[in-house]
C-alpha cells in the first residue's frame, strides 16, 4: 500500500463571499463557543472515525459511484467527507468549503489529521452554496453531507452546483433528513414545536426533494443506503422507508464530458 501523504492541506481566505440568502449573524451563530464545544465532542471524533467512513465505501462499492477529478464539497463543516474522498488515488484535488471560516480554519486540519486525510489534494475555502464563485463546468462532482435541508433556496442551491459540475458530472448528497412514510406522534409534535417558534421546517419528503432537483433541472437517481451488516442488513432493508428513511441523492447533469 502507498504511504499516505500528511502534508497539510491549504487554507485559502476569501472576503464577501456571502450571498443575499446568508447573513453574518448565521456565520457567528454557527461559529459560537456553545455551539462547537456541543456539536465537535468525544462522541462527534469517534463517529467520524468508525461510522462515516463508511459511506464512501458504500457508495463507490454498492452505488457503483466512480470518484475522480476535481470535487467540490459545499457546506462540509470540519471536512469529514473531504478527508475520506482524498484519499482515493482517482481524486486529484478536493475544495473542501463552509461559510464558517472558523470551522474551515479549527476544526478540519483536526479531522484530516484523524482521518489520515492526503492533505496535499486538499484545499480549504470559505464559500456559501447559494452563489458559489467558481467557473461553469469546472467540478467532477460536488458532495455534501447534511447539508441542503439547511440550504435557505435548496432549488438556489442545486442549480449553482448544476452550474460549476461538468457535464455528466455529479452531485452527490448524502444524510438528509427525509421524513418516513409512516406517521409518528413525535414527529408532528416537533413539526408544530418549530412552526410554533417561527423556524422553518428543514425536513421534507422524498417527493420533496425530487421536485427540488426536477426544478433544478438535475435528473435525480435516489439510493437507499444502509451501512449494517449481517441480519440486521436484511431488517434495515424492509424498513427503511417506513420508520425511518436513508436516502443518497445523485444528481447528474446533462452532456457528456
Aim: aromatic fraction near 10%.
Amino acid at each position: 500500500m502507498a504511504e499516505m501523504n500528511t502534508a497539510e492541506s491549504r487554507y485559502v481566505e476569501q472576503k464577501s463571499y456571502l450571498s443575499r440568502y446568508t447573513h453574518e449573524r448565521m456565520v457567528a451563530a454557527r461559529e459560537s463557543e456553545d455551539r462547537l464545544a456541543g456539536e465537535f465532542t468525544e462522541t462527534w471524533f469517534r463517529s467520524a472515525k468508525e461510522d462515516l467512513p463508511k459511506f464512501v465505501p458504500f457508495l463507490t462499492k454498492r452505488c457503483g459511484l466512480r470518484f475522480r477529478g476535481r470535487i467540490l464539497e459545499i457546506g462540509a463543516g470540519a471536512g469529514w467527507f473531504s478527508a475520506e474522498l482524498s484519499r482515493l488515488p482517482n481524486v486529484v484535488e478536493v475544495l473542501t468549503t463552509d461559510y464558517s471560516p472558523r470551522l474551515l480554519r479549527e476544526q478540519a486540519p483536526k479531522v484530516f489529521k484523524l482521518l489520515q486525510a492526503n492533505g496535499a489534494k486538499i484545499t480549504r475555502m470559505p464559500a456559501d452554496f447559494h452563489r458559489l464563485d467558481f467557473p461553469d463546468n469546472h467540478f467532477d462532482f460536488v458532495v455534501c453531507s447534511a447539508v441542503l435541508h439547511h440550504a435557505a433556496n435548496i432549488v438556489q442551491t442545486l442549480r449553482q452546483a448544476k452550474r460549476v459540475l461538468k457535464p455528466g458530472g455529479q452531485l452527490v448528497a448524502i444524510r438528509e433528513p427525509v421524513w418516513p412514510l409512516m406517521k409518528l406522534r413525535s414527529r408532528a409534535k416537533a413539526r408544530a414545536r418549530l412552526a410554533a417558534a417561527g423556524v422553518a421546517d428543514p425536513f421534507y419528503t422524498l417527493a420533496d426533494y425530487r421536485e427540488f432537483f426536477a426544478r433544478a433541472g438535475l435528473p435525480l437517481e435516489v439510493r437507499r443506503v444502509n451501512l449494517s451488516r449481517g441480519f440486521k442488513y436484511y431488517v434495515n432493508k424492509v424498513v427503511n422507508g417506513l420508520t425511518h428513511a436513508r436516502y443518497a441523492f445523485v444528481g447528474t447533469k446533462r452532456g457528456k464530458t
